[in-house]
Structures are given as structure tokens and as C-alpha cells.
DNA sequence: AACTGCTGTGACAAAGTCGTAACAGTGGAG
DNA sequence: CTCCACTGTTACGACTTTGTCACAGCAGTT
């Protein structure tokens, strides 16, 4: 079921928005009121659209926007931009800094619906599935790329195979044979260092993230859960 | 049966809630009108889904919802937040924490079912397996970790699976043959120190617990249900 | 109390495991 | 071709785990 985030400090926008999208199909909603509420939600719910109204208290509307763009594991997140009708201004800007659509208010409920449903229909199929994240990482299997808290870390093919691996099942220990068979494809008998290795290899890329893997002596590894 | 516990302090609400669920399916029913009661019967019965209200007296729900979560025994244990509508913060902050699932009352006796019968689906397959309860310990065989009253313990290998065979059948006397074939895949007729060594390395890293291996003296060893 | 068989304990050596650095082979990019 | 990133392998030190032994302590019996 597609999530949507409805960002908006007034009361009756969000309830009008929820109303007119749920009347038509199965949509999940999260709402934020505010800006720092909604970079949060965004980035630990991954949305599939959001609708980002322009005046919020604090932190304005654009300042999120950069804020979701900047983000690896927001980025890519299509967002709509609500306004009062008639300010050009913040139109051109949100548009220039690439906001995905943009609606003035009051907006009909119709229209409201379709640019919903276009947007989730011309969004999907780049990604999805080929994006797995699992606390401040973010892989993209597409891109052979890590993402730690926001910038790109690259891999190299193997390690970027053994830390998937490990991350798919997060808080499972994976023995050595089923890594050394899944990565290399190796036998479960083999005596070799060079998971080892890679291991080291991986931990240091990862920096201070680098004990998110464990090792479970006599087993193998485990990625632990955020 | 499904075992679900129900964690609020109205009785109107637990008997709605009740009412819907046993209509549709044969579920085991425990209720608590007050956190450290639930909490309490979370830890002691294991509920496969707790539905909790998060206006409790005394201790209020994303407090007994933390404290949950803190526990191995309860961890995992997949929780469905109840409150009035409209308290966004406190929705915002219990699915932040990690809570399974929310609702808002009131709600509609199929929107309820439908949410348990979906945590209950989903929610034991994966993990649930792997973690291994009784009394206040708790062996995760992924980790190879034993939980202590909320504190984790090293194991090695040897004592893991030492500690799993008995702890498998609390209360039954484990022969020293048996345990030795079991963990050793000794025949057994072998005559060794070696188990009783390991016993005592066990003994030593559970403390004060130590005391729940028992000596059958002449026979073997059993672990004390709790 | 003395005896006897079983268990607990500390010490130790052997085996096993892991992390690390160094090195060499490989293949692709320029 | 040359360079270089990537990879697998090896050697080695540090550390952990394990099994065994000798012996002290204990429980039940006589």
C-alpha cells in the first residue's frame, strides 16, 4: 500500500487532504506538523509521495525540501508543494530546486487525486526494490553504493555482496560456509582468510558504523539491527 | 491459540474488544488494567499480541511500551497502540519506538481484527523461533547470547549448546550420556571430567542464577524451571 | 568415623579462531 | 602497454576456547 506523508501545521488541510485521498483508494497516511517532525518521518518511514505545504512554524517549507533532497535516504522521494495561491515566487523556487509538482491552494479534490496517483505511477519503478535500508545505511543495489547517514560510501562488488548479505537479515547470524557459498561461492568446508579480510575491509569503510558488525566467534557474522 | 493481551483501564473498551475478537476467531484473552500488570503478564505469558492503551493510571502506555521493548523476554512481542483520536504526538512518538501497529478510537470492530490477524501473521515466523524463554532467561540462538533479567551474557559455543539441551526440557534430568552425545557426540560410555567443567563455567557466568542447574547426583544434570 | 564413589575446582597445554599486514595475481581503464 | 584498483592468499601474533588432569570436597553408606 503506497505511503503518503502530509506535511501541514493546519488541522483541517490535513483532515481534507486524508478525506479526499482515502475516499477514492487504500492509501497510508502519516501527517507531520512540522518541519523537523517531517524530515524524521520521512526518513525512518520512507513515504512514497509527499505533500509538503510551504508555511510551516520554524522551519519553512524549502528549507525541508533541501533538507529531503540532500538526504540519500530521501531523495528520491517525490514531493508535492502546497502554497497560497498566487505567491510566484516560492512556485519558481520550489520548482527550480526540483519539487515534483506543486499545488496552490484552495486545490479541488480531483486534482489533488490525480497528481497523487501520477506521481505514484511514474515514481516506482526506479526504485523500490533496489534500495534496501536498514537504519543510517542505505544500499543501493543499482549504484554497487552505501549511503552512512547521508553520503555515498563506495564498495567494491564483493563487499558490497557480503554486507548485503549480512543486511538482509539484520540481527541474524550468518555462518562463514553460507557467506563464503552466497559471496563467492564457495564451499562450506573451506578453510580460507578471506572472509576475513573482506570483513576488515568493509568495517573500515564503514567508519564508526564499523561494529554494526559482529562477530560471533565459532559462527560467523551478524549485522546488527538498528 | 493465539494469545493476545488487552492493556487498558476501561472495561467497557475490554469487553468491546473481546467481544470483536472472539466473534471471528478462537484467540486466548488475558487482560490488565495497569502497566507493571501488563507488564508483569507480558513477561510471564508471553501474549502474541499486546494491544495497549496508552491512558493508563500510574504508569502511562509509551512507558510500558519501553519497558516492553527493553525486556528480551517481551521484545519481540508486537504491539498495537490504542488512543483517543487525534493525539498525533503520542502516535508519532509510539511508532518512532517502534510500536507495531496503532489505532485510534474509536475503531471499527473489522479494522481491529484485521490488524491483529495481520501482526499475528506476520509478526512470528521470522523472529520469534530463534529466541528460546524461560524464567528470566532468555537464549537467542542467532546471537549465541543468553539474556539475563535484561542483561546479555557471552556464551561460548560449547556452553550455548550446553545450556540449550537442558534448558530445552526444564525440570527433566538430562543423563550425562545424553548430554555428552548431544553436545559432544561422544558415545556414552566415555568417562570425562569434561562436562562437569563446562557445567561449572556455566554456573559461573549465570551468577546468582547459577543455582538453576541442578545435580542429580549418579544420573546428570537439569535446569530448574523457573 | 571411615569408606567409597561421585562431583567441583583450578591449572595447564593444545587446538582453534580471529584480525591484520604484506604480497602477488588479475583484469579493466586509459 | 602501463597503471591501478580489486581480490585472494599467506603468514603470524594475539587471544579464546576446549579438554584433560590431579586433587580437594562432598554425600551417602556402612
Redesign the interface.
Known amino acids: 500500500m503506497p505511503t503518503i506523508l502530509i506535511v501541514d501545521d493546519e488541522k483541517d488541510i490535513r483532515e481534507l487532504i486524508s478525506v479526499t485521498l482515502m475516499r477514492e483508494e487504500d492509501y497510508k497516511l502519516l501527517?507531520?506538523?512540522d518541519g523537523l517532525?517531517a524530515l524524521?518521518?520521512a526518513r525512518?518511514?520512507r513515504p512514497d509521495v509527499i505533500l509538503l505545504d510551504l508555511m510551516l512554524p520554524e522551519m519553512d517549507g524549502l528549507t525541508v525540501f533541501r533538507n529531503l533532497r540532500d538526504d540519500a535516504r530521501t531523495k528520491f522521494i517525490p514531493v508535492i508543494m502546497l502554497t497560497a495561491r498566487g505567491r510566484l515566487e516560492e512556485k519558481i523556487t520550489g520548482l527550480e530546486l526540483g519539487a515534483d509538482d506543486y499545488m496552490a491552494k484552495p486545490f479541488s479534490p480531483k486534482e489533488l487525486m490525480l497528481r497523487v496517483r501520477n506521481l505514484l505511477r511514474r515514481a516506482n519503478p526506479n526504485r523500490g526494490s533496489s534500495v534496501i535500508v536498514s537504519g543510517p545505511f542505505s544500499l543501493d543495489k543499482n549504484a554497487l553504493r552505501l549511503d552512512l547517514e547521508g553520503s555515498a560510501i563506495d564498495l567494491t562488488s564483493t563487499e558490497f555482496k557480503l554486507l548485503l548479505s549480512m543486511i538482509e537479515s539484520p540481527?541474524?547470524?550468518q555462518e562463514r560456509g553460507d557467506l563464503l557459498k552466497k559471496v563467492w561461492g564457495y564451499s562450506d568446508l573451506i578453510q580460507t582468510r578471506t572472509l576475513d579480510t573482506h570483513i576488515k575491509r568493509l568495517r573500515e569503510k564503514l567508519g564508526q558504523h564499523g561494529n554494526s558488525i559482529?562477530t560471533?566467534?565459532?559462527?560467523g557474522y551478524?549485522f546488527l539491527e538498528a
Open positions: 501527517e507531520a506538523m517532525t524524521r518521518i525512518e518511514r540481527g541474524i547470524t559482529e560471533v566467534r565459532g559462527v551478524r
